[in-house]
């Protein structure tokens, strides 16, 4: 099975597409039609014929407790998905990405919410981009704390203060629930941010694509297809 997560921002969630080929894309775009279309345009041969699912109908083995379900991000509910099938609950999902996200799945696979942040890219662009004196730099961990140089201290700030955010927003989660969880890491920053902490127990670099890859085959018998453009 080759699967693919659109993951461009946007603001509106929750496209499935499944070609018969068993690639699968999940897209969150705001184009009804955009991640199919990304899909053909990676090299998925438009004859073949295209399964669209509604989430709204999805067997996802999960209940969504959130105010608007819909309204949740497509890939926070795969990696919900994933996480809990694999390590069970409750358990706290952090992927670092475009944003880093706090998804919380609780003991019985009940998806409870969670926080999102500026990712570690979004907020040194953004910082770079406000503050005209400060350059682009490497996002990297410093050797030391206190910076003695601008670029050295811009990766102080960015990178041990996302950890600390990170640490603090799982301990309020930990004590919002009052139960032990196991916290979960993925995107492109979980291995070099697990190194700086001592609250990540997995580190799972694919675990969206997982979720995919469980929400299709939990679903691929129970939607007609249709040839795509």
């Given at each position: 099975?080759?699967?693919g ?44 014929e ?10 996802l ?28 609950g ?5 992927d ?6 706090f ?19 979004t907020?040194a ?54 139960a ?14 697990s190194?700086q ?23 691929r ?8 453009r």
């Amino acid at each position: 099975l080759r699967v693919g997560v659109d993951r461009r921002d946007s603001g509106v969630h929750g496209q499935l597409s499944v070609v018969r080929s068993h690639a699968v894309a999940v897209s969150v775009c705001v184009a009804e039609d955009a991640g199919e279309q990304h899909l053909v345009r990676a090299g998925a041969d438009a004859r073949h014929e295209v399964a669209r699912f509604d989430r709204r109908l999805l067997d996802l083995g999960m209940k969504v407790a959130y105010d608007e379900p819909q309204a949740v991000g497509s890939d926070r509910i795969c990696a919900a998905v994933a996480g809990y099938t694999k390590y069970g609950g409750p358990l706290i999902i952090l992927d670092f990405g475009t944003a880093t996200t706090f998804d919380v799945v609780s003991a019985d696979g009940v998806y409870l919410g969670g926080a999102i942040a500026p990712g570690l890219e979004t907020g040194a662009a953004d910082l770079q981009r406000r503050a005209a004196k400060l350059p682009r730099i490497e996002l990297r961990f410093p050797e030391e704390v206190i910076g003695k140089t601008t670029v050295k201290s811009m990766q102080s700030g960015i990178m041990f203060g996302a950890v600390d955010a990170m640490e603090g927003i799982v301990r309020r989660i930990k004590n919002s629930l009052g139960a032990h969880m196991n916290v979960i890491a993925t995107g492109g920053f979980a291995t070099i941010m697990s190194a700086q902490t001592g609250i990540i127990n997995h580190i799972e670099p694919t675990l969206v694509l997982e979720g995919v890859r469980i929400i299709y085959e939990k679903n691929r018998r129970k939607s007609p297809a249709r040839k795509g453009r």
